[in-house]
């Protein structure tokens, strides 16, 4: 179960920064049951104003948390 929490997870954290179509699969990362990141988003989004092109970066990763009576998913704070 340990790797499906993980998609779901890394889905849900991602699908509120990002409206497109996705699969959970590309943003997670390992094989579940590890003690690393989980999932990660990278999002660029270009804005062009009167030859201007501005950046806004958004870098998401998420930890799993995994216990007996409780799972949760948190992005990373850093």
Do not use: N
Not at 24 to 33: C, F, M, N, Q, R
Request: aromatic share 12%; with cysteine.
């Amino acid at each position: 179960m340990g790797l499906r929490l993980e998609r779901l997870c890394g889905f849900i954290v991602v699908k509120l920064h990002y409206s497109e179509t996705f699969d959970p699969k590309e943003v997670v990362l390992g094989a579940g049951g590890d003690l690393g990141i989980d999932a990660i988003g990278i999002l660029v989004i270009a804005f062009s104003s009167l030859r201007r092109i501005s950046w806004r970066i958004y870098w998401i990763a998420i930890q799993t948390t995994w216990m007996s009576h409780l799972s949760s998913c948190r992005p990373i704070e850093f």
